[in-house]
């Protein structure tokens, strides 16, 4: 009997078999379970079903053909006929299915569960889940965790952090590795083939279950990789479990556009048997750390060093798969359930995001600021929003209605996205009150919650994402659409109250005392108690400064920083907060919110304006006396295009053809850091 948590899982394609890693922090077995998965193909001819059946009985890449009965919408219990197919190689799932595909000319067929994750999958059949505390019997895994439980005993995994050192500070390919460090062992030698050869013994050795790089995916790997094969020895380079297994490209780089921006994705460089973690990745769930992706990947059920690099979108998504699968309806690969019809008028009406309102420019004292507490979840669970419940055919005359949109929803039974977010706002409550109780280990619940707050947030985005599985226009529109009402009537009830509304942001109020009946606390509970969706109080300001936008002088919507009665300094849409402001304008504007922040209301804040500039002035010496270190000035911009498809010529435009210059390639959604040496030089190398 094997007992641990399982590290990983992941098909072996040459055995044809599912391998699973067990780990108890002090040894590591493997674990090789046939397994045969298969996909459904749904037609409305059942005669049509059985042609295809009878077409694919006799060819090799296919074991097993069925027609069964099978669940194919969400929110109905009726079965349709389709055709199961069973691959006769964990390989063929998605080749086989495209095989089909195409003899339907790409429209003829439905298919379903063919793009399901196979570790997910598989780990899921098998009763168990990523990180589990398991036993294996030799036969069968024997669980003995609950994946949803608050208090479980977290995984015992060991762990060794590897960095690689080169004669020149920035690490490049066409230098060799002079050193290897992994923990405190340095590996050094002047033959570079020694040193690579070392680090897979040393690895060996250590045998850790993790391991962590800085830039492992960007860099640290694929420098590995490759100054390996300048030696000669890239098939010897096994950084993993897997012998014969040297490190390779799982997903290759790609940038894509989200929410206005461009963003990059590296290659994915991952272990068999061992989990790769790149610290630079690990902030895809922000302070999270290892507790939150443990977290996550337990919950979600996909394996720790995939989970740490898909992001919360995935995640969530997963786990709406899961349930799914759990309530017997099968998963389609390509989603086909289009928009409603809308004219000119509808898409007006429907097509709006949250409520911000325009902020009464100025400094204010004793403010109070109220947050809904997960908003748009909330939204989701409180109204029962779901692809399956908008729209229902069941409820036709149903008394829940979206305001200002009128459409329906369900009123007979609970949808999918509702029965996946309750547990996980259940999940997050829970974390966040023992992040603030002192009987807990603040710090890790502190993480904890982090990781769901995350989910959470991408939550709402994915019901509008046209790839999203579960995803409908109409829910994310009815969504915001609650949003906005809820927040009308929370202005209202603070109005009512004795409070002046200062400002608004989708799921935020800044309020200041009047002439109140109500405590801050008690207005959060009348609040809560009419919308039905938990207000807390964020905190009180001793004084806020509301900021007017640079082009019209109007309230800007999100620009503001204040101090709260603890002494935090809360800033927002400021150059300290945005992320290629250089590190001495951060340090000047910080000085000076340091100097505001000994002022306890409005009129003491205005009085320290003079001491203010006074280190306003004493940073601009600085510059003058030539005082300020080169890294201070480093602006970190994101690249928007390649370079060749920049039309101005901007300091980013100037940047990267120096880059160039050096052979150096930065795609989009990446980042390039430079100086400014002359803004309005002709030459790009005499501008930064």
């Known amino acids: 009997m094997w007992n641990g948590n399982i590290l990983d899982t992941y098909p072996d394609h040459q055995k044809n078999v599912m391998v699973t890693w067990i780990a108890d922090g002090k040894k590591t077995r493997k674990i090789e379970d046939s397994y045969h998965p298969s996909f459904f193909v749904y037609h409305p001819s059942n005669d049509e079903l059985f042609h295809l059946a009878a077409q694919l009985y006799d060819l090799p890449e296919i074991s097993v053909v069925n027609i069964t009965q099978k669940k194919l919408q969400l929110g109905s219990e009726k079965t349709s006929m389709v055709l199961e197919v069973t691959p006769r190689y964990l390989s063929g799932i998605r080749s086989v299915a495209s095989m089909i595909d195409s003899w339907g000319k790409y429209h003829t067929y439905q298919f379903f569960n063919v793009d399901v994750r196979l570790s997910s999958r598989y780990l899921e059949d098998r009763g168990v889940f990523c990180n589990a505390q398991v036993s294996w019997d030799g036969r069968q895994f024997l669980l003995e965790d609950e994946q949803w439980t608050i208090d479980y005993q977290p995984p015992r995994f060991s762990s060794a952090s590897l960095q690689v050192k080169q004669h020149q500070q920035t690490l490049s390919f066409h230098q060799p590795i002079i050193s290897i460090q992994l923990d405190d062992v340095i590996i050094e030698d002047d033959n570079e083939a020694e040193v690579l050869q070392a680090l897979v013994v040393l690895l060996k050795e250590k045998d850790p279950d993790l391991l962590y790089t800085e830039h492992g995916d960007t860099v640290v790997f694929p420098l590995l990789h490759h100054r390996a094969h300048v030696c000669g020895i890239g098939k010897e380079l096994v950084l993993g479990r897997e012998p014969e297994t040297p490190v390779h490209e799982v997903k290759p780089a790609s940038s894509y556009f989200s929410y206005g921006r461009i963003l990059f ?136 209605r979206v305001p200002q949109l009128g459409y329906h929803i369900c009123q007979r039974q609970q949808g999918l996205l509702p029965e996946v977010l309750k547990p996980v706002l259940e999940r997050r409550f829970c974390y966040k009150a023992r992040m603030k109780n002192k009987q807990y280990d603040t710090d890790r619940y502190e993480a904890l919650q982090q990781a769901w707050k995350w989910i959470l947030l991408v939550c709402f985005g994915y019901t509008g994402y046209k790839n999203a599985r579960f995803g409908r226009i109409e829910c994310h529109e009815s969504i915001t659409a609650f949003s906005r009402e809820l927040l009308l009537r929370a202005i209202q009830i603070s109005e009512k109250a004795g409070y002046q509304v200062l400002h608004g942001i989708v799921d935020s109020l800044w309020v200041k005392p009047q002439h109140p009946s109500l405590s801050p606390a008690r207005l959060c509970r009348r609040i809560a108690d009419a919308t039905g969706v938990r207000m807390d109080v964020e905190g009180r300001y001793k004084w806020i400064v509301f900021l007017p936008s640079k082009q019209t002088g109007v309230g800007a919507l999100n620009r503001y920083y204040g101090t709260f009665d603890t002494g935090e300094i809360k800033v927002r849409g400021v150059e300290v907060r945005q992320h290629h402001t250089p590190g001495f304008i951060r340090e000047v504007q910080t000085a000076m919110l340091e100097v505001f922040a000994q002022a306890d209301d409005a009129d003491e804040m205005k009085a320290l304006i003079p001491k203010a500039i006074q280190e306003l002035k004493r940073f601009a010496l600085k510059i003058i006396h030539e005082e300020v270190h080169q890294s201070s000035l480093v602006f970190t911009m994101s690249v928007s295009r390649d370079v060749e498809d920049y039309r101005v010529n901007t300091l980013v435009k100037a940047a990267l053809l120096q880059l160039q210059d050096m052979e150096v390639m930065r795609r989009p959604g990446q980042v390039v850091r430079y100086v400014v040496i002359d803004e309005h030089a002709e030459e790009e190398k005499n501008r930064v």
Not at 352 to 366: A, F, K, N, S, T
């Open 265 to 400: 994705r590296p290659a994915f460089y991952t272990l068999k048997g061992r989990a790769h973690l790149d610290k630079k990745h690990l902030f895809s769930y922000g302070h999270s750390r290892l507790d939150g992706l443990i977290d996550i990947s337990r919950c979600a059920n996909i394996p720790l060093q995939l989970v740490s690099r898909l992001g919360p979108g995935t995640a969530i998504s997963q786990v709406q798969v899961n349930v799914a699968r759990r309530k017997g309806v099968l998963i389609p690969w390509k989603k086909n359930l289009p928009e409603t019809w809308k004219n000119a008028f509808d898409l007006l009406v429907s097509d709006r995001g949250g409520l911000i309102l325009e902020p009464q420019v100025g400094v204010y004292d004793h403010v109070v600021e109220l947050d809904f507490s997960s908003l748009y979840p909330s939204i989701m669970y409180q109204f029962n929003i779901s692809p399956e419940t908008m729209l229902c055919d069941c409820c036709p005359h149903s008394t829940l």
